[in-house]
Nanobody, 120 residues
């Protein structure tokens, strides 16, 4: 089985911060899966799902969408099966459903999403 559970979403004011969490569990995932990338995507109403950030197994190599560079930080503790997305200086255009994605052995796994609402 494979399960991804996101948490940490909420309703905030523009300029505030949030930290999203994603925990991967199940036999599909292992701490020793060196090719296991974790990432975040988001989807606003009426728009397509878009890439936000990703991090590799080592936790060293990261990439970000241009829209969030300098404001969002993705991390991955040594447990390797969790990833966090720290979101600072939130803008109204950051409001969306945020999804965690794990890519491993050529397969993609998605969580159910956590809602982020940003009001001006």
């Amino acid at each position: 089985q494979a399960q991804l559970v996101e948490s940490g979403g909420g309703s905030v004011q523009a300029g505030d911060s949030l930290r999203l969490s994603c925990v991967a569990s199940g036999r599909t995932f292992s701490t020793f899966d060196y090719d296991m990338d974790m990432g975040w995507y988001r989807q606003a109403p009426g728009k397509e799902r878009e890439f936000v950030a990703r991090i590799d197994w080592s936790g060293v190599n990261t990439s970000y969408a241009e829209a969030v560079k300098g404001r969002f930080t993705i991390t991955r503790p040594n447990t390797k099966l969790t990833t966090y997305l720290r979101m600072n200086s939130l803008k109204t255009k950051d409001a969306a459903m945020y999804y965690c994605k794990v890519q491993i052995r050529g397969m993609d796994y998605w969580g159910q999403g956590t809602q982020v609402t940003v009001s001006s």
